[in-house]
């Protein structure tokens, strides 16, 4: 692992307790390789990481936007789903400070987003742990909320089903259907591979680290196509 004191300049977080820090960027697959390793995998901190960063977000939206409760929780889901995470990591150079196996070291498609994301998560809540919540916020609110404005610009924090959905049914009453087309990898790194439906007619296809976020990545492909007006 790299020296972490330019890590912590790149957070502009000085963690008292260093070992918290390395946790949070220790993969479950590099202690398969190193037995002797004296600090537990990043899992834990995920979890943590995970309930301070949507806490920090929920409050902030409460807080500044007076909308509808389905309008906060798109602009929500937009700031903390795994693709907008692993954007940040990749911006704060979390790669080169990971600990990592060297078969997940090598692969950069789909699953590193997914492991930069939930590193992104273990690193939050180590500075939770590490400082409190307040530091914890002001991180979140400089590095992850200063995005919020942009998404707002552009309409990217509108559901995708929830876009098709409406489209498709305006047209012809029909609502489209989601139906599993694989699934690939041991459950703590999984793949979903999904198919979006009109009627018996597949219109887009996508994949995820759940079903949740497949759906939402077929829905994608099916509004980027379009093939769902051949069926309405």
Do not use: C
């Not at 002001?138 to 309409?155: A, E, H, S, W, Y």
């Not at 018996?200 to 492909?221: F, H, I, R, W, Y």
């Amino acid at each position: 692992m790299k020296e972490l004191l330019a890590f912590e300049k790149k957070l502009n977080f000085t963690f008292k307790n260093k070992d918290l820090l390395k946790t949070s960027l220790t993969h479950r697959s590099y202690l398969n390789e190193h037995r002797d390793y004296y600090l537990p995998h990043n899992e834990r901190l995920e979890f943590l990481g995970d309930a301070v960063l949507e806490l920090a977000v929920t409050g902030y939206l409460y807080e500044n936007y007076s909308k509808p409760e389905g309008e906060l929780t798109n602009l929500r889901s937009a700031l903390v789903n795994y693709k907008m995470l692993s954007e940040i990591a990749r911006d704060l150079d979390i790669s080169e400070y990971l600990l990592l196996s060297r078969g997940e070291a090598k692969d950069q498609g789909r699953a590193r987003q997914v492991i930069l994301a939930n590193a992104m998560e273990a690193v939050i809540g180590a500075m939770y742990l590490d400082s409190g919540f307040e530091k914890t916020h002001d991180f979140i609110k400089k590095n992850i909320l200063v995005r919020l404005p942009q998404i707002i610009k552009t309409g990217s924090f509108i559901d995708p089903k929830s876009k098709l959905q409406e489209l498709v049914q305006d047209k012809s009453g029909i609502t489209p259907t989601y139906k599993v087309l694989s699934e690939e990898g041991p459950d703590h790194k999984k793949i979903f591979a999904m198919g979006v439906y009109v009627e018996n007619n597949e219109v887009g296809s996508g994949t995820g680290p759940s079903k949740q976020e497949a759906e939402l990545t077929a829905a994608e492909d099916a509004l980027l196509k379009e093939r769902w007006k051949k069926f309405v």
